[in-house]
């Protein structure tokens, strides 16, 4: 049966035809979940992700956390649902309080946008598990609200844990804390991230390469590590 | 009517960008006698009816679970302010509710 994952929209939500745009490439079904659902349509996973949620007003991703269609995933993500948050969607994870931390104003104060090199960290989550570990990957960054915080309590364990997923690489964008791009929670099936895989999906479109420019595709290994996972092959 | 008013800042120990970037300005338009700046979030919560305790701790509670993230940003004050001017007045300056009860007062 083909894996269905959820891409939920919010009020101000930008990213959510891309995000079920490289679902399909990937060979799952992408399923259209709206802020006020009250329920998942019996999706195997949900993406959160990106844009500007209810204007980002309060906090990125704060007022999302309420929304009624939170809930069900919050719940369903204890329950071990695996669940992607991509930048605003990341933020909204912070905010649901599934991953620790979170995110304030880059140190420079500046919006940045870039093809963004990543080593992968950990391989042993939901949304990873197709890559090497130490692999480096390129994908697009985007972001204004991207400096990711925590006490250094909670980042010494996750670092301990091996919760950091993926670190920034050549530059660090936004002054994250200890260069972390990506974080996942104990049970390895909630994952948050601020750059952008789902627009590293398609030939053409991606980020330049060695051998062509556009053709980078990194963003695939997500997806086509959820459908292992699910498959229990990942 | 009353209003409570609902104060929130970046905690100390986080660099604070946007206060940074306010500190900068300020010594570019002769504003040089400030070392360091600090913004952060007032919120005004209108209720109608007299100011009761209750009110006060609901307000606790909601600048707690929405209105700050622990993880952040501190609440540093939580109050009544009655003396809060109508909607209509609200272009007036400030009244002297608005300023620290401890404002040193003149020994005459």
Known sequence: MTTRIGVVTFPGTLDERDALRAIGLAGAEGVSL???????????????????????????????????????VVEAAHGGLPVLGICNGFQVLTESHLLPGSMIKNNHLTFVCREQRLRVESNRTAWTNQFSPGQEIVIPLKNQDGQFVADESTLDQLEAEGRVVFRYQGWNPNGSRRDIAGITNAGGNVVGLMPHPEHAVEPGFGPDTATAPRSGQDGLTFFASLIARLQGTG | MARVIVDVMPKPELLDPQGKAVAGALPRLGFDQFQAVRQGKRFELEVSGPPAPALLEAARQAAVTVLSNPVIEDVVSVRFDEGAPSAAQSDTV???????????????
């Open chain 2, 94 to 108: 400030p009244s002297a509710v608005d300023l620290p009860a401890a404002l040193p007062q003149d020994p005459a």
């Open chain 1, 34 to 72: 709206w802020h006020a659902d009250r329920s998942l349509h019996q999706v195997d996973a949900v993406v959160l992700p990106g844009g500007f949620s209810y204007g980002d007003y309060l906090r990125a991703g704060a007022i999302a956390r309420f929304a009624p269609v939170m809930e069900l």
